[in-house]
Structures are given as structure tokens and as C-alpha cells.
């Protein structure tokens, strides 16, 4: 018996005997193309005067046209059987990645007698009609009567959602007794409808209402990138694919779901595509670039058959351009992500439109402070409903974190579309001059103690290069320097040496005054000996700042740079000069009755006293500046005493005693992510737990310690690093690349003119004569100097590489 041809087969069958194309029925019958193209491909079923009118224009005989019209009733599948089947639902033709959650939050409302309606809503091209369509497959057992998924992107008003719900349920075709008719055949029936793209028919939310007030079991699901505020509407909210982290390796990266769909998308035009050690990073890159939303990654990825990963990070910036695709099945909406942002961005009112224009002079996000105060708005109440009526269209985001101010944020291809559309603004100057002047005075404000600010800071980091940026554009020397300058021991720890260099050049091009400059150059000294390691050109620098303060009578400033003359001198080996200017500053510091920079300084007289061997006087300077840091609560200060205690408790033998100071300086600087102080205490921990026999944990937190180091390019602290790291080896019987870590080691110490105090040199002396007794002396003589030549890069992949 041969196989029962489905509705759509039968339909192209007829239409290709009368030797019709697709257009030309479409003409005949009165119906768009569209319409022909989805029936055939059983995607949406005429209505019965459309199937009876097909029937007459493919010339079908009586008994043909009967079998023809009852088969339009079934449409969806080949054959006909007892089992209930989804309804005329789009096939999906990709595997649904990572949405285990809202699939079962979206099965427990559907099974719930009390939810009738449930919306999926989030920004263009997160998957939400995705979603809904992978739900309803599964669905068929709870609705016995079908399953009907109806399209409403091209309907505008109630009339279109009459027309295309008469045709999917085919009910007698009616643009305004469409709810009566629905009423009388589905009063009792158990369906599901899946209305898809409902945004731009908010107004409609009310008839949607009366659908379910009309029945008894009919269920709705919708798709939108805006909640409809529906008396009875669950929401729930779909989100970007989460993001590999900045450190993930490649196994990881290979369970990350943002990452699997884009090797999935690319696999489907390259069969060998496959992520690799070599792609990982570029493929890693992308994932960010994009946000994770799966148009855009699917986008991207169709992008990889001309272009390596690699090759594509770089065409990414900035991405919404590239972001495009010529496939004619695919909606006009989906076939660009500009097209998918700009469809949410006309169904806003103008104002909401201008507001979102306005918010994207900030970048990363900002408070909502920030907002009142640059974005013009003499109405604040009208202000809060609009950024609310943005969250809703999925085109602005809220995080609230504790004890922080909440902060809106865009995705970034959202922000980079709402940036384009600012820039055709004559708004613009005027916009980006109030940005500029809200984080000047945002960053005059801050207080020195920028460790106790950095929560504050670091959201905002980005809106202040911007608004530096802006400034040096506008040639406004006043407010570039008022967010540069007192932000040095911040830009130092979360910016860039290249970015700030060429902020003070140009800073210093400027006809700027003398205290002005005197702060730039202790910037350059800076960079100069706390960034780069080059101490000799710090000190410079400072000298000159030091002279410019001293004529300027300002005695903190004179302190300050005579305590970073101290740290040179003392890193140098000048101890010395180096008690003398901490000392000088100590002074100073008491006749300003600044007492947390008096106990500063004793922390910094008793690094000198430790390096000298004085122990027990730079312990009694230690012990007292704990007390107080501890009163106070100053954390950072009180992790370095901390950390400098559980030294000189080491060099006592005091193990157990180091231990715990070391540890709790750790604990202290990861609550703070403060990376170098991170790395300090497991430096110094390392040792610590070596002669303590625990030799893994030793290599963890060596291993941990020169990660965070290398990242940073911190010379001087990677020379103890390998220091550390030899010890280990030659605990291990690993003499050979404990040799190399001592000579690189010595090596990085000559050029940085860094020498290393008598204590540590006594303790380094025995480990080096130790491991070269397990060697020929000229084996050990050859393979030190041969070390010299080994790239610092190799030796340190091979130290990260090592296991317990």
C-alpha cells in the first residue's frame, strides 16, 4: 500500500502537473508566495475556502479535491494515525544548547492548571522562538488537541492576529470574529498556542487576556522581547549563553555552551572545524565579543568559511557590521544582528529612543546618579519609567549587587547600535562635555585610599578613560588631569603602562602649572620603577617631583614622593638612604598629625630593618602598626603587616607562626583582588610550607604566585619566584631546572639592579650549593651560564607546567 502523502507534498505534486511556480499560484489563488512556500513545506495550513479555492485552480477532480481539503486538516505530518501531533510546527534543524533551566521552569508552568499564559522574553536573537519551538515538540501528550505555533512578526494590529489564527486553526477566515469563533470550537479543547513575535502588539495584550477568559483549557505561549503587563503573564526571562572565563582552558572551553554552539554553527559549513589549543583564545574572544547571544554567534560562525578565528577577532571590532548573513530563509530580522537590535529600536516610543541614544555615552554601564546628572531630564519620575520601559524591551539591563548602587548596562552590540545612532546627533558635544564633567567631579571626590575605593572605581574605569579620552580630544588639560592624576595608585593597578605614558605626554605638552606637572612627573616615576622595574628611572623622576613640591612648600606631597624615594633606595640595596627618606617622611607625616601615614612609614622602616637583618626592632615597628591598622580596619595595610610579620617569623623558624600570618594576609588580599598582594603572600607562603614538608602545597602556591606575576610583567617579582621555585626543585631532586630558575633568576636581578638582602642570600646559598652537589662542577658551572640563554617565557611555561 503506498505511503500517505502529506498535505504539502500533495500540494506541490498538483502544482508542478499545471506547471506552476510558487509566484504564479500565489498570484491565482490571491495569497502572498510566502504563504504557498510554507504550506508546502507543511509550516501553515489553509484555511477550508483556501484549500477549496487551491483545489479549483490545480483543476483537481471531485474525489480529489475531497482528499485534498480533509488532508489540509492535517497538515504536519505523512501519515495519520491515533497519535496526537504537534500542529504545523517549523521544524528545528539545530541542537537546543544550554537551556536545561528555563526548559524546566517552562515544563512546570505549562503543567501548572493555574498559568495560561507565559511569555519568553529577552533581547533579539537570545532564542526565544528557539525555546518555545523545543518545548512544544515535547508538549503533544499534555495538549491532545494540538499544538499551534502562529507567527505574528509581519502582523501589526488585531486584525493580522485575527487573520493568522483563523488560518493556523483553520477557522473561517475573520479579522475581528476571530475570538468568537475560537471560543465555539476550542471552548473545551486542550491546545497550546505559541504566539511568536508579539512585541510590536503590546496594545493586543487585552485580546490575548480574552482568549483565556473564553476557554477552559487553552494555554499561551508567547515569544517577545517586552513583557505585555498582562493580568495573569508569567515571564520568563531568556539571557546570553554564559561566557568561558578569562583564564579557561581548553577543556573547559569545550562544555561552555556559548562556545559549543559557535564550533556547532561552524561544523555545519566545515565538517573539520573543531576547537583546538591553537583557536581556543580567538574562539574565546568571539564568545565575548558577541555576548554570547546565539544569533550573533551563529552569525559569526558563518563568517568561519572564509575567515580563521583568528582572522575573525580582528574583524569583530567592532562586530555589528560583520554581523550579517545573505540566507533567504532566515527573517529579515534575523539576517543581521544590526536588523534584530533596530526591529526592537522602532517598536520604543521616540523618547524612549532618544534616551537609549543618551545612555550609550557610558561605557560599561553606569549608576543611576550618573544618569540624573548627564542625561538631560528635567522630569525624574518620567526618567525612571523610561529606563524601565527599556528594561522591559529587553534593550537595557539592571544588576543590583550588595552594599553597591545598582547599575545599567547594555550588551554590547546593543550599546555599539546605540552608539551609532548617537554619533548622527547634534547632541553629541554637548552630551560627552557633561560626561566629562560628572566623573571629574567624580573623581575628585574619591579619597586617596584608593583600596578602600576600588569597589567603586573599577565598575566605573571605563566611563573615566572615556571621559579622559574626550578630554584630551577637546584639549581640556583641567579635567584630563583631575581623573589622571589623583588616580595614580589605581591606574597603576587596573590600567595599562602604554595608556598612561601617553596620557602624561600629552598632559605634559600642555601649558599646565607647576604642581600639576610635579604630579605628572611622579606619575612617570611610577611607571618608571613600580611598573616596569626600572628603578634608576624612577628615582629620577621622582627627584625632579620631590624639587617641584619642595618650592612649592606642600609637605604631603614632599612626603609622599620622599617615601617612594625610600622604596627605590631600599629595593636597590641603598638601606641607608632608604631609612633616612622614611624616616624624613616619618617626620614630616607627625607634624601633618597624619597618623595612618606615620604607621605607614614604620611598616616601610621595618622593610628595611627585616632586609638588614634587625629583626626584632622591625617586628616591635610591625607588631605596633597591626594593632592600628586593625582598630581602623584598614585592610591593605593590614594584610602588608601581616605579610612582613610572617617573614621575619620565618627567617626565626618560626613555622607554624608564618604560616599563619602569611595566610591571613591571602585571605585579606583575595577579599580585596588585589593580585599583587595575592601574589606576595603565596610567594612567601611557598617557602614556608616547603620546609614544612608539604611540598605539593609549596608548588601550588609558587605555581599561583609567578602565574599572577608573569600577567603583570612584574620583573623584580618574578626573580623571587624563580628564587622560590629553585628551592622546590632542589627539594625534589630536580637540581638541574633548579639550577636554571637561580641562574635566570640572577640573571633578571643584574639588569634590574635589584641585589638580594644577606638573610635571603645565606638561605639561597645553601639550596644552590646543595643542587650542584648532585652534579659534575662543570656540569653545574656549564648548565648556569648556558640558563642565561634560555627565553624567560620557556623557562616559565615549563615551571607552569609542572604537576606534584
Known amino acids: 500500500m503506498p505511503e500517505a502523502r502529506s498535505f504539502g507534498q500533495q500540494l506541490r505534486d498538483y502544482r508542478h502537473q499545471r506547471q506552476l511556480t510558487q509566484a504564479a499560484l500565489a498570484e491565482e489563488v490571491g495569497c502572498a508566495v510566502e504563504s504557498i512556500r510554507k504550506m508546502e513545506a507543511n509550516r501553515q495550513r489553509p484555511s477550508r475556502s483556501l484549500a477549496a479555492r487551491l483545489a479549483k485552480i490545480l483543476q483537481l477532480s471531485a474525489e480529489q479535491s475531497q482528499i485534498f481539503c480533509a488532508q489540509a486538516r492535517v497538515v504536519g505530518t505523512a ?31 505549562l503543567n501548572a492548571e493555574h498559568i495560561r499564559m507565559i511569555t519568553l522574553t529577552g533581547p533579539g536573537g537570545v532564542g526565544k522562538t528557539r525555546l518555545a519551538l523545543q518545548i512544544a515538540q515535547h508538549s503533544h501528550k499534555h495538549f491532545p488537541d494540538g499544538v499551534y505555533f502562529v507567527d505574528l512578526a509581519q502582523a501589526s494590529n488585531v486584525a493580522d492576529i485575527g487573520l493568522a489564527l483563523s488560518q493556523t486553526l483553520n477557522l473561517p477566515s475573520s479579522k475581528y470574529a476571530w475570538q468568537h469563533h475560537i471560543q465555539l470550537h476550542y471552548q473545551q479543547a486542550r491546545i497550546l498556542l505559541i504566539l511568536d513575535n508579539v512585541e510590536q502588539l503590546v496594545s493586543a495584550a487585552e485580546h490575548f487576556r480574552g482568549l483565556l477568559d473564553h476557554t477552559t483549557n487553552l494555554k499561551l505561549l508567547l515569544t517577545s522581547r517586552t513583557l505585555l503587563h498582562c493580568a495573569g503573564e508569567y515571564a520568563i526571562p531568556l539571557t546570553p549563553l554564559s561566557l568561558p572565563t578569562a583564564d579557561a582552558k581548553l577543556n573547559e572551553l569545550k562544555t561552555n555552551p556559548a562556545v559549543q554552539l559557535f564550533v556547532q554553527r561552524a561544523q555545519t559549513l566545515n565538517p573539520q572545524f573543531a576547537l583546538t589549543n591553537h583557536n581556543a583564545e580567538a574562539i574565546k574572544q568571539i564568545c565575548w565579543q558577541v555576548d554570547g547571544l546565539p544569533l550573533a554567534l551563529e552569525l559569526a560562525a558563518a563568517r568561519t568559511r ?48 532618544q534616551l537609549l541614544r543618551q545612555l550609550a555615552i557610558f561605557q560599561a554601564g553606569c549608576t543611576l546618579d550618573a544618569i540624573q546628572a548627564i542625561v538631560p531630564n528635567n522630569n525624574q519620575l518620567d526618567l525612571l519609567e523610561q529606563l524601565a520601559s527599556l528594561i522591559d524591551h529587553s534593550l537595557l539591563n539592571m544588576q543590583a549587587e550588595a552594599e553597591q548602587p545598582q547599575r545599567f548596562s547594555m550588551l554590547s552590540l546593543i550599546h555599539e547600535f546605540a552608539a551609532q545612532q548617537l554619533a548622527e546627533q547634534a547632541e553629541f558635544p554637548k552630551l560627552a562635555q557633561r560626561h566629562l564633567n560628572y566623573y571629574v567631579m567624580y573623581c575628585e571626590s574619591l579619597s586617596q585610599q584608593l583600596f578602600a575605593a576600588r569597589q567603586a572605581l573599577l565598575p566605573e574605569r571605563e566611563n573615566i578613560r572615556a571621559a579622559i579620552n574626550w578630554a584630551i580630544s577637546t584639549q581640556n588639560w583641567v579635567a584630563a588631569s583631575s581623573c589622571i592624576l589623583p588616580l595614580a595608585e589605581f591606574w597603576y593597578r587596573y590600567g595599562a603602562a602604554e595608556e598612561l605614558q601617553m596620557w602624561l605626554a600629552w598632559l605634559s605638552s600642555q601649558p599646565i602649572d607647576s604642581a600639576t606637572q ?11 620603577a613600580f611598573l616596569q622595574s626600572q628603578y634608576r628611572d624612577g628615582q629620577a623622576w621622582y627627584q625632579q617631583a620631590l624639587a617641584q613640591h619642595q618650592a612649592l612648600q606642600q609637605p604631603a606631597a614632599i612626603a609622599d614622593n620622599l617615601a617612594k624615594l625610600g622604596e627605590i633606595a631600599m629595593e ?33 622602616q621595618a622593610m628595611v630593618l627585616l632586609r638588614q637583618g634587625q629583626f626584632g626592632h622591625a617586628q616591635q615597628l610591625l607588631q605596633q602598626s597591626l594593632d592600628y591598622w586593625q582598630q581602623q580596619q584598614i585592610l591593605p595595610s593590614l594584610a602588608f603587616s601581616l605579610n612582613y610579620l610572617g617573614m621575619i617569623a620565618f627567617y626565626q623558624l618560626r613555622l607554624s607562626k608564618a604560616q599563619q600570618a602569611h595566610e591571613q594576609a591571602l585571605a585579606i588580599w583575595q577579599t580585596l583582588d588585589d593580585q599583587r598582594g595575592i601574589a606576595s603572600a603565596l610567594n612567601a607562603l611557598a617557602p614556608v610550607l616547603l620546609h614544612q614538608n608539604q611540598i605539593a602545597a609549596a608548588l601550588t602556591a609558587i605555581k599561583q604566585s609567578l602565574h599572577i606575576r608573569w600577567s603583570l610583567h612584574d620583573y623584580d617579582g618574578l626573580a ?28 633578571l636581578r643584574d639588569e634590574l639592579a635589584l641585589p638580594l638582602f644577606e638573610a635571603e642570600q645565606k638561605r639561597l646559598q645553601i639550596h644552590i650549593k646543595q643542587a650542584k652537589q648532585q652534579l659534575t662542577s662543570a656540569q653545574a658551572q656549564q648548565l648556569w651560564f648556558s640558563s642565561q640563554n634560555v627565553a624567560l617565557a620557556q623557562l616559565i611555561q615549563t615551571l607552569l607546567g609542572l604537576t606534584p
Not at 518 to 528: F, H, K, P, V
Not at 577 to 589: D, K, T, V
Open 518 to 528: 610635579a604630579r605628572c612627573n611622579e606619575m612617570q616615576g611610577y611607571i618608571a
Open 572 to 604: 636597590q640595596g641603598h638601606y641607608a638612604q632608604a631609612l633616612e627618606h622614611y624616616r624624613h617622611a616619618c617626620s614630616i607625616h607627625e607634624q601633618l598629625g597624619d597618623q595612618a601615614s606615620v604607621f605607614a612609614m614604620h611598616d616601610c
Open 720 to 747: 623571587w619566584n624563580l628564587e622560590r621555585f629553585g628551592e622546590i626543585l632542589s627539594k625534589t631532586d630536580q637540581a638541574e631546572l633548579a639550577l636554571q630558575c637561580w641562574s635566570k633568576a640572577k640573571q
Open 306 to 353: 572564509l575567515l580563521t578565528p583568528e582572522a575573525l577577532v580582528a574583524y569583530l571590532q567592532p562586530p555589528l557590521a560583520l554581523l550579517s548573513t545573505n540566507d533567504p530563509t532566515a527573517p529579515a530580522r534575523h539576517q543581521s544582528m544590526h536588523n534584530a537590535i533596530n526591529w526592537s529600536y522602532q517598536q520604543i516610543s521616540p523618547k524612549q529612543q
Open 79 to 109: 501519515e495519520v494515525n491515533s497519535a496526537p501531533k504537534p500542529s504545523g510546527l517549523p521544524l528545528t534543524a539545530t541542537k537546543l544548547i544550554n537551556r536545561q533551566t528555563e526548559l524546566a521552569t517552562l515544563q512546570t508552568y
